[in-house]
């Protein structure tokens, strides 16, 4: 396998380049899907594209229709075919390639989120993909999160898979999600059901936790329940001068809001969190406002705990609307599960990568804070008996995630795709003991 | 008529030292009550006590029951009748007393509000009650807004038209009026009816703007509409460190509710108020308070300010017990009207006192703020088309009303009986150009 | 005059056109300014351009360097000179024009406001400006209340000067001031000395007031004396999941503020207002807000009852910072006094237009809400015994001022102009009784 | 020892009754520790009373003068010495008994507490001590959390040191500890250097956790650290319909800071509370409220959480009263520190308690919330490298701790002295292996 990765390493920067300087928001990852399509193709995949790979009714935070045809626009003037497009056009992005040997084994599934952020990236020269003229082309999008490295492990271990596929045995599924920032695709694709009679499942991060490149960490720990809401409250507008008394103060309710939000009763089994992020509100200043907006997250230790929150934070959310007499709208924009990695997993990983010239050191658990969306796609795998871990692949970072000048050490790509590529030669392999 | 107020003065301040010794409570005055119908009785009056007197149904902010039960008790044992006391039993106290002289002419109706505060008089010895011995003998209730003032003018008039009946026309109305602090009596004796037909309606008090003795305002302007609302929240109490979460905190439902009261919008057609007087909450600093209560006021330049602030008010008040997951309850406890004093009587009155010895000079309009339940009594005489006024009666104050050394000077006393006085032998006298 | 007025007529409405095609925010009104200089030294007017028009230290609410720059390269690609910009760089903008007969007679100061308003003007075919090809050609700039035509107005009355010099007697000065919008300029012209000595000051608006072309009010009352602030809170930004004890909250310090600011108990003495009109805090969901800003007016009846309300809102807005525990950086970017019109004036005014063709009806005094910096300069000739007034000149309106369909009657134009110099022609000519 | 215990079991019920019947509250203790001490000093305790037991100036939450002086006038007419009274007077109460076998062996301590709370005790005929007449005979207050039972168990401990001391070695020291409730005794008693030398100390609460009698909790984990506040915050009073504007909202002051005390950050390092517990405010409806009164306390789950609890709460206190221009006057009544005990003790405990008739049960550890300023002498001890730990002893409870009806099973006083006089028994003996 070294071999494999060796020969791959080169390819894999470059992917990582392409998909870097074409970012694109989540639901609206039209060519990048395209992209990652085309070469699954090549490698004999069988491809289930935008609403074929996700219950589009089960989509939350969906941008609007401005957003979607722009991005639409481009990926046709960038190539995208019709029929491609057909399939996506809505916010329908993503999609899920499986692999069938025919053999009998393990059905394994990884999933690799595909979206970028609503970052301005960095154009000063130390800034790596600027001064080497990979860094986005897409004005206020950026990959600042680290998914065009996540996609190029993917296509790495689909490579792998097709080209070594005499050797294996079992069921592959490859899980291309969009829209994970602010927890939005995941669910969407678990309820298509891709994670049935799913025996184990991979997903991972590069960077997160600061560990250097060659360090993995097999499972983690911390990740917090959470549901991201936006609210937006109606009143009516009025001269503030002249009659004061007519306007419905959408500004006031929304500070009500904030105000009481943080006042939710601290609980006694456990951590809770609740942040409003941003706060719009009111066109000028002698106008009483009519209009505000809010992006509000809660999170909890548990499911329970975070439904708890939520359910103080709607209840706040309505009686602020009352208290202005204004009209209050709550969009649930997206949401994420409590974590729990299989620790059954952590030796097999272990073992995995014994003998890997690239993965220095696994270590079993780490703990982070945080939100993700894979989570659901793991907890569906648990309750039907499956296995599940979170991984993640240490690389340095001058910049955390999402700052416009976030970068990674391109050296973790093979790192991961060693990872994945030894996990599955150990769990479905019938050609035991091949030197490595 | 100087002849008569002459002889009258010293028994006027025996009267007004007799009521301001034993003060009551709204709707707890079953001795004060009853010590002034025996003496219009003694005068032919025509009376009509407690229930016969008042819309029970009309009142509000009525006492509980413990202390109901405590005034009716010891006006027992002061020798009220039962008789009497059967027709006043559950806070239906204040008369009403009528003088028809059988002759064709005005209906004239005096009101006389005749209720105490709870307020513990002082026993200093510079307070003249204290060092003369007429002061407070019921513990934490007090005449310190001139009521043991009022009953006695009221009964200095009662006692000229009976002497002077011979010399008479027209029809005499009495109203004692029970619970004018916190504007709870006057509409409960408005909706009995006894306002329909009366040409001429008289109310006044004295003090409230400072003017000397002998100085008397024939209108007031400035008095608000108003409404008076107590709020209670019912939530959980649970213990703040083992399980907070199980709490319903009343206390930040009406902290919150206070806060936002204060931020009603101004309206730009007039003066508006509002104050949250009182609130108390909790009951030990471990537990998460379960109960909390409000005495709330709202104000406004006319009517539909006022209830504007009421809407709002109540709006923001269930606004903050959903905020907070609590239950309120919301009791309005007394109201007044806005009140306009007719301006055509202004000159009557001038002309009437115009010859008094003791009245030395009758200003046209003063203005005031603050609220007054009489607006009640006025409003209705002015909608059937009668006049009404709302008098003052100069006197030096050392404190304000409602302070524990509230005093006035007893020499109002006779120049109000005879500004009212003088008024009725005016419009309803057929002995004209007596000489006085 | 008829015949003058008649003449100029379609003069008028090209001068309003050109103007409104290319409008200048407050401070930038560089080309703005530069038009109307160069007619008025055609008509031998002498001109302080600038800085030495107005009291450069005296300007509130200057627009940021980047916005300045902007307007100045723009100013110098439309052709405007280099000595001219060198006396307006840095946003001072503006000039006074005077004009001395050299002959006795009084000094009449005229004020017209020349700045546009941060709209997107509508480019609908019903809107007459878009239809007729005269609509803004800068983006996101549009004379959406007028001052277009009070450019032309003051245009139109200086050529009627210069036209009839030989008639006339005493002194004419005009402000043609930058930044009334947001009570900015007026102060900094008025501090630069330019309404000592003035007898009259004319000012004015067209619209307002819904009147229909030819009736003028001679005269308004209600404007608010006011105070606009700006308010930044600035707080540490933290990760809402991670570590939400690091963050210093900058939305709840805007909130808090935002919500005990409509709190500041009303006032006896008078009306009152304040309002935050708007209010943007926070970056992204999971972010703990380090940034809020707000932009917020208060107003009095009386300069007392406005700095009342402006210290109060100074101290709340500081208590939400200690709340917390932000930092807040106060800027009053623009203010406006209390105005009286001085009531001698209308009749003067009345006589003055008798005998119009243009002005059909003269109203002694009409009510508006709002505020107006036109007011300093008002309070600075009346302390010094002169006369001044604010006229209203009366147009339809389909759209209500400050709207992006904002438009008026251009047949408004020559009714002003010809009140204006009707005015002038009374006051200050020594040849009466010219045949009109 | 059994029968030690036998023996006693009757008059433990008796004395605990004789406490039980006359409550006092925290520092007002002063026939109780009359009682307490005049039998210690039968059994030849050295005893430190008053100002001699407790640093006088570390004594925070003391009560009134008022109710200082009731009790101890009360305390007088029930025979107390006036030497005793004296080192008493001005709320010193508690005291510190100490006996030393002077024969070189450990040094023992133990803490009991003897305050009662300020509540009024049903009456109740289901409520025990009301049936069987030994309730309390001081009106509103009431040993309703047990200290009766624990005073009881501490003159049981003492006894058996006195009868047993020819088999002692060591030396022990009593801590009657007065003001338990609110946090308020402890540290005064610590700082005055008891605990130095120290090698075991013990302390103990009846109930708490409900388990059967006969079942004992070595050790408790998950008291937290807790500062207790009152907060006064002065404004001004004026008229709410007159001059709202010249009043200074006290009220106000206090619904801000409780609204925004609750909104203080959930730390990251672990458990936090905030309650406010009591609020009260203004005196009339129709008055700007110039007094409030608040009792806050927050807790943390170490020293350095409560700091940061405190600290923000005092900020955001402060803040309150800026925001509505009143002073405000903090005062600590109340802290406790954070509490570990030694678990190097559980056995010790186990083994003392193997063949008692009277413990059938003891439990390692158990979890409970609250707070409890024993701690502080439990950290002095540990400080100084002694073991300490705090005990529960089970009774079934019918009503929780606090409650009008509180009462316990009088059969824990002899389970609980048993456990006590083993551990010193097994600690401080030299007679081993005598038969019990």
Redesign the interface.
Known sequence: MSEFIHNLTQQLAQWRRMFHSYPELGFTEYLTTYRIGKMLEEWNYSLFVGKEALDSDARVGIPNTTLLTHFEQKAKEHGVEDSWLCKMTGGNTGLVATFDTGRPGKHIALRFDIDALPINESTHQSHIPASEAFNSINSRVMHACGHDGHITIGLGVAKYIYEHQSQLVGKFTFLFQPAEE?GRGALAMTKKGWLAGVDRFYAGHIGIKEMPVGTVAATVKGF?A?T?LNVRYHGNAS???????A?K?A??S???A???L??I?????G???????????????????DE?FM???V?GETKELNN?MAD?AK??I???A????TKCEITTVGSTEKMSCSSSIINDIKNACEKSKYVKNVISETSV???EDASFMMNEVQKHGGQATYMLFGTKLDYPH?HPSFDFQEEVLPVAVDTFTRIIEQENTYVLNRGR
Chains 1, 2, 3, 4 share one sequence.
Do not use: C, W
Not at 265 to 269: D, E, G, I, K, T
Not at 278 to 288: F, Y
């Open positions: 602010g917090l959470s991201k001269h503030a001068g002249i009659n004061p008394e306007g103060n500004l006031l929304a500070s009500s904030a105000i009481h943080y006042g009763p601290r609980h006694s089994a951590t809770t969190r609740v942040n409003v992020g941003k706060l719009e509100a009111g066109i000028g200043r002698n106008i009483i406002p505000a992006e509000i997250e999170r708890y103080h209840r706040i309505n009686a602020a009352e208290m202005h007499d804070s945080g939100s999402h």
